[in-house]
Structures are given as C-alpha cells and as structure tokens.
C-alpha cells in the first residue's frame, strides 16, 4: 500500500500524467503497474508499521508527499519555458491569441502553447521519464518507506530550481525583450519626427512580424536552454531524494 502511495503522488504531479486530459482511472492503473515492476526491488518495509494507527497515517502522507515533490520538479521545466513563450507574446503583440492549457485549464497565449508541446516532446524524446521513474526506485532506498520525508538540503533544491526556472526563461526570451525594445524605441522616435504617422496601427503590424521572425530565429537556442534546464533539474532532483546522479542516467 505505502509504495502504491508514493507511486500515486508522483503519478499526480507528473508532467503530463497530471493534466485534466489523463483520465484519473488511467493515472491510477498506471500507478498500480509502476508499483508492480517496483515491488521486487523495493528494501523490506519495518513489520512493526501498522496502517490504522497514527505512526500508519503519517507514513501515508510522507510517502504520497515524497512522491508529489519528486513529480512537482519536472512541472518547473515546463513551466520554464510557459514563462518564456508568455513573455514573448506579451512583448510582441501575439499574446492576443490564446488557447485553452489542457493542464490548467486556463486560457494560455499561444506561444507558450507552442514551447509547452515543444518542451514535453523533447522531455519524452531524451527518455526524461524514464530518468525519473528511476529516480523514484532510488527513493525507496535512500527514503526507505516510514514516517520520515525530505531534509531541508533536500527542500532547498525545490526552492533554488525555482529560481533556474526564472533564469531559463529569461535566457529564452531575452532575444525577443531586446529586439522589440529597439523597434519601440524607433516607433518613439518617428512619432517624435513625425507626428502626423499612425505610430499605433503601423507599430502593431510591425511589432508582430518582427515578433514571429524573432521566434523562428531563437528556436536555435531552444536546445541549449532546455540542456541547461533539464541538467539543473536532473542534479536537483538527485538532491532532493539524497543521492548522486551517477549510475541514473
């Protein structure tokens, strides 16, 4: 049941497995066969833990939150490059067009729509999952089932990916921010020159081309950036179980 519980929570907070899209009942049969294949490798449980008792429920919840952490931190890489795609579209006038985020739920401009689906290809097609699945088999070693949970060295690196998400996205979009800080800085200094010009409907048709041909020029960096994120989310994620990411990948 523990490891059932600990699967369960990084099944909840999974990147993509945790969306409104995936069926609950999906989630949990997927759930219940990861823990399956687990069990032969799992270390001994302490025969003295008893479920109906209070030692019981708080190993129940240490466990599902054990799992929720180490799910939550791949929710960081994608939203890493949402920032960025939001960020983009706000500066350039495309974040008029939005769609429905199937994982929020909430209307997302497009752009970051579009790094989102990029992000979570590139995430399944480098074998990201199966990383962590192994990540969550390590835990079970170095946070063997009981009511202990994460250390605060371990919470740290939850708190300071947060700020490589910030960072990643700013990388990422820094292009976008700089080129249209030049073309707003000549719309004010032809609006200055001339004040006769419609700055307001010429600027946005302009500031919206230059925005699509600097987003087809930065998806150059786009492998980089996800490099640097996805290597800073790997070593966290080594951290917040407490082990080394030798012998994961």
Do not use: K
């Not at 890489?77 to 350039?92: C, P």
């Not at 490099?227 to 407490?242: E, K, Q, Y």
């Amino acid at each position: 049941m523990w490891p059932l519980c600990r699967v369960g929570g990084f099944m909840m907070t999974f990147v993509t497995f945790s969306g409104s899209s995936v069926p609950r009942n999906v989630r949990a049969l997927l759930a219940l066969a990861v823990t399956v294949c687990f069990l032969p490798n799992i270390p001994a449980i302490d025969s003295n833990l008893e479920a109906f008792s209070g030692l019981g429920i708080i190993t129940t919840i240490s466990q599902v939150l054990i799992g929720a952490g180490l799910g939550f931190m791949t929710q960081y890489l994608i939203a890493s490059f949402v920032l960025a795609g939001q960020a983009i579209a706000m500066q350039t006038g495309l974040g008029f067009a939005s769609l429905v985020d199937p994982v929020s739920g909430t209307n997302a401009p497009v752009v970051g729509q579009f790094f989102t689906v990029l992000c979570t290809l590139v995430f399944f097609a480098v074998d990201g999952h199966l990383v962590f699945i192994r990540l969550l088999l390590l835990s079970f070693e170095t946070l063997p089932v009981g009511p202990g949970i994460f250390t605060p060295p371990s919470l740290e690196a939850i708190i300071y990916f947060g700020a490589t998400m910030f960072q990643c996205a700013l990388s990422t979009s820094i292009a976008a921010i700089c080129t249209l800080l030049v073309v707003n800085f000549t719309f004010g200094v032809m609006t200055r020159a001339a004040p006769q010009l419609n700055v307001f409907s010429m600027g946005f048709a302009v500031s919206m081309t230059v925005g699509l041909f600097i987003l087809l020029v930065s998806l150059d960096a786009f492998m980089i950036n996800f490099t640097i994120a996805i290597n800073a989310l790997m070593r966290d994620s080594c951290t917040l179980i407490g082990t080394g990411c030798e012998g994961v990948f």
